[in-house]
């Protein structure tokens, strides 16, 4: 888990190797260090249970930009959306 430059924490989840061989994570975000060991283990937790979260956005790191009364774009809404 490492502190990032905006004050949040954030720690890379491990989540399994492409189709290359090369290995992928997930990334949570979070204000304190327990909200994200608690994102961590709900990722990890859908991990184990065979859900394919390669394709989720790191949901608590926008969630939390939003939050803030970001700009909302397309793209953005689009996730919502989804």
């Known amino acids: 888990m490492k502190k990032r430059k905006d004050?949040?924490?954030q720690k890379n989840i491990y989540i399994g190797?492409?189709?290359?061989?090369?290995?992928?994570?997930k990334s949570v975000c979070g204000t304190s260090r327990k909200e994200?060991?608690?994102l961590a283990a709900e990722l990890k937790?859908?991990?184990g249970k065979?859900?394919?979260?390669?394709?989720?956005?790191?949901?608590?790191?926008w969630k939390k930009t939003l939050a803030n009364g970001s700009e909302v774009t397309a793209n953005t809404t689009?996730?919502?959306?989804?």
């Open 7 to 9: 004050g949040r924490y």
């Open 17 to 25: 190797r492409d189709e290359n061989g090369k290995r992928k994570y």
């Open 78 to 82: 689009a996730i919502q959306n989804a």
């Open 45 to 47: 937790q859908k991990l």
């Open 50 to 61: 065979g859900i394919d979260i390669s394709s989720d956005d790191t949901y608590g790191c």
């Open 36 to 38: 994200v060991e608690t």
